[in-house]
């Protein structure tokens, strides 16, 4: 039988993936291969609840020894944005990912990083389709070293030589988390995924009880 494969992804962010299932159907229920690098398991029985069926779930270890993750606190804006200048500064050019939680940041840094002699761009989805194309075009192609980005960045893009995945502050969930860092260093050279915080980060009321005790 011909084996047809779906790539998947959260409803909210791909809405005719609820379709999914009456065009299995239409085609007569062919073989079904869904893959996924960090859905939980409420996640995974909710995709096959959505596809009317009883998948074979095979998981494999998500321990990659290639990556470092770093935590490291700053006591003011100044001084987080040492803490990210100083690890783009010795990577020597190699590409790089900073996560933001607002649009606005992201501008901003970007702005920011520009200003420092990086060839910085933002990314949101906020942006027209054809600038967002632009962007992730030039990260992909290398005349982007830099993309300050919301949650919105990452998905599809097969960059296997991202060096740096640094967050602006801490992600709402360990999901989130692992989906991010996850992009670093997948070609299995060494790269660092670097969490920057300040105290008042948990005074925004967004981030997670579960985040707060890994941070």
């Not at 998981?59 to 490291?72: A, G, K, W």
Request: charged share 25%; aromatic share 8%.
């Amino acid at each position: 039988d011909e084996v047809h494969c779906v790539s998947m992804w959260g409803h909210d962010f791909r809405p005719d993936y609820l379709f999914i299932r009456r065009a299995l159907e239409t085609l007569g229920r062919p073989s079904l291969l869904g893959m996924t690098a960090t859905a939980t398991p409420d996640t995974v029985s909710e995709i096959a609840a959505a596809l009317g069926r009883e998948p074979e779930v095979v998981r494999t270890t998500v321990v990659r020894p290639n990556l470092r993750y770093d935590v490291e606190e700053a006591s003011n804006t100044e001084e987080r944005l040492r803490a990210l200048l100083a690890p783009l500064r010795t990577i020597d050019g190699a590409p790089a990912i900073v996560y933001a939680r607002s649009r606005r940041s992201t501008e901003t840094l970007a702005r920011v990083l520009a200003g420092h002699g990086f060839r910085a761009e933002a990314y949101h989805a906020g942006l027209e389709p054809d600038v967002r194309t632009r962007v992730q075009d030039a990260f992909v192609a290398g005349s982007v070293q830099v993309v300050t980005a919301t949650t919105a960045f990452g998905m599809g893009i097969d960059k296997p030589d991202v060096r740096l995945v640094l967050h602006w502050g801490p992600p709402r969930t360990l999901e989130a988390y692992y989906q991010e860092a996850g992009r670093a260093g997948r070609d299995g050279w060494a790269s660092t995924c670097r969490i920057l915080w300040r105290r008042d980060d948990f005074g925004w009321g967004e981030t997670t009880p579960e985040m707060r005790r890994y941070v």
